[in-house]
């Protein structure tokens, strides 16, 4: 297997594993912020407006997260600079 080959062959396990990590942490981090946003609503119900708008925010921010890792493994994957880079 020559090096170019070897590259691409990396970099497509490094997208993979990119894209696999870079959704399920938020995913899980996601699903306890509503978690944990459910019982403050449980247990205050008055607060829920401020629980909520935080909640969305918060979701945002943490989705982001997958966005970036999602960007990161589609440059690797279809404009990848390692190979221009290298060879």
């Known amino acids: 297997m020559d090096s170019k080959t070897y590259v691409t062959v990396v970099t497509i396990i490094c997208a993979t594993l990119g894209v696999v990590i870079g959704t399920a942490i938020p995913g899980w981090?996601?699903?306890r912020a509503v978690q944990k946003a459910l019982e403050g609503i449980t247990?205050?119900?008055?607060?829920?407006d401020r629980l909520r708008a935080t909640l969305?925010?918060?979701?945002?921010?943490?989705?982001?997260?997958a966005i970036?890792?999602?960007?990161?493994?589609?440059?690797?994957?279809?404009a990848n600079p390692l190979l221009t880079r290298f060879f």
């Open 43 to 48: 247990r205050q119900p008055e607060a829920a």
């Open 56 to 65: 969305f925010i918060s979701m945002a921010l943490l989705e982001t997260g």
């Open 68 to 78: 970036y890792a999602l960007l990161i493994s589609l440059i690797l994957l279809f």
């Open 29 to 31: 981090v996601e699903g």
